[in-house]
């Protein structure tokens, strides 16, 4: 897979990519992950990617310019399954999403910034509005790094154990069981007994009672029936 982000801040990604998971599924040669400075696309000889709204009103807006060249650059190199805007006025993303965004080739994302990008640019080229959740972000960089993350973890092979991003929570619809590691007690607090049992079958069905008890206390908007 090959993920394209555009972006008027590319420092912002200096971090989140070159750790852990996301640093090993590209070492692993599973994804490509490339930085785009919206910037340097910019015809304008201050290099200026915003300008005032038509209408009036506080904030800039993302002019057209900077991000359709840099768009059609990368277009005209492959064909992208999905070009994504992340906007809080997007659909939510949901574990469903990643999944589905995770089985794609190439996957382009646009990141907003001051009052958002020109209507324009959304209507021309934009596949698949995004929003992390019901809050305003500075920005839409969190946001791609938030799906990046998502999405390349479900990318096989990249987790080691290939059943552990199965037995993620929202997997089926229902947050994961409890978890618990050594030692067996920890100032008087013991691990439940069923899971030292070595019977599977009960742990398996206790590890579901959990899941299902849990899932109802916490976020029964998410239970399918
Ligand atoms: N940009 C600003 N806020 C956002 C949000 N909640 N989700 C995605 N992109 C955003």
Excluded at 15 to 23: A, D, E, M, R, V
Excluded at 110 to 118: A, M
Aim: some cysteine; charged content about 25%; proline content about 4%.
């Amino acid at each position: 897979m090959r993920i394209d982000i555009l972006t008027v801040l590319p420092e912002l990604f200096e971090g989140p990519f070159n750790h852990s998971i996301l640093k090993r599924a590209q070492e692993k040669k599973k994804v490509e992950i490339h930085i785009h400075n919206i910037r340097d696309y910019s015809t304008h000889r201050q290099k200026s990617v915003d300008d005032y709204q038509y209408g009036g009103g506080a904030g800039m807006v993302m002019t057209i310019q900077p991000i359709a060249d840099c768009i059609d650059s990368l277009k005209a190199e492959r064909t992208y399954d999905e070009i994504i805007y992340l906007t809080p006025d997007g659909e939510l993303f949901e574990q469903q999403t990643a999944n589905q965004l995770s089985l794609q080739q190439n996957i382009m994302m646009l990141c907003g910034h001051y009052k958002g990008v020109d209507q324009r640019i959304r209507d021309l080229y934009i596949t698949k509005e995004i929003s992390i959740g019901s809050y305003v972000l500075s920005g839409g960089e969190l946001g791609a790094a938030i799906l990046t993350d998502a999405i390349v973890r479900l990318i096989p092979g990249v987790i080691g154990d290939e059943t552990s991003a199965l037995t993620d929570s929202f997997q089926d619809n229902l947050l994961a069981p409890p978890v618990y590691t050594r030692p067996q007690n920890y100032k008087g607090h013991e691990v439940p007994e069923i899971l030292l049992s070595g019977d599977d079958k009960k742990i398996e069905n206790w590890r579901m009672d959990e899941a299902i008890a849990r899932t109802k206390s916490r976020r029964p908007d998410i239970i399918r029936d």
